[in-house]
């Protein structure tokens, strides 16, 4: 399954056109789909907002895209299933890098 997450992620990478000066949300960033897109806009020079209920693994994507990819990121730990972190999520974009551009929905929430 790993291999086929980071085939992903080089396969989307080499797909985008440059996102510099973009900054992008991400949901369910800490692992899976959510943390190969992270790495895909990460590529291309997207600034990131990454959230996931994982703290430990969001730190460790947070770190690596840093270090692989120089670019800047912000992360918070919280549940999108409810109101109060989307709206969190948002002002950490506007306060951090004083936009949000794209919003990429990977993290599920559902009524069970």
Do not use: W
């Amino acid at each position: 399954m790993l291999l086929c997450v980071r085939a992903l992620c080089v396969l989307c990478a080499a797909s985008l056109k440059s996102l510099k000066g973009r900054v992008a949300l991400i949901t369910g960033a800490s692992a899976g789909i959510g943390a190969a897109t992270a790495r895909a806009f990460a590529a291309a020079g997207a600034s990131l907002v990454l959230n996931g209920r994982n703290a430990e693994r969001l730190q460790a994507i947070a770190a690596e895209l840093i270090k692989t990819y120089g670019v800047q990121v912000a992360t918070a730990v919280g549940d999108v299933a409810l109101e109060d972190t989307h709206k969190a999520l948002v002002n950490l974009a506007i306060s951090k890098f004083g936009a949000l551009h794209i919003a990429f929905n990977n993290a599920a929430a559902t009524p069970f």
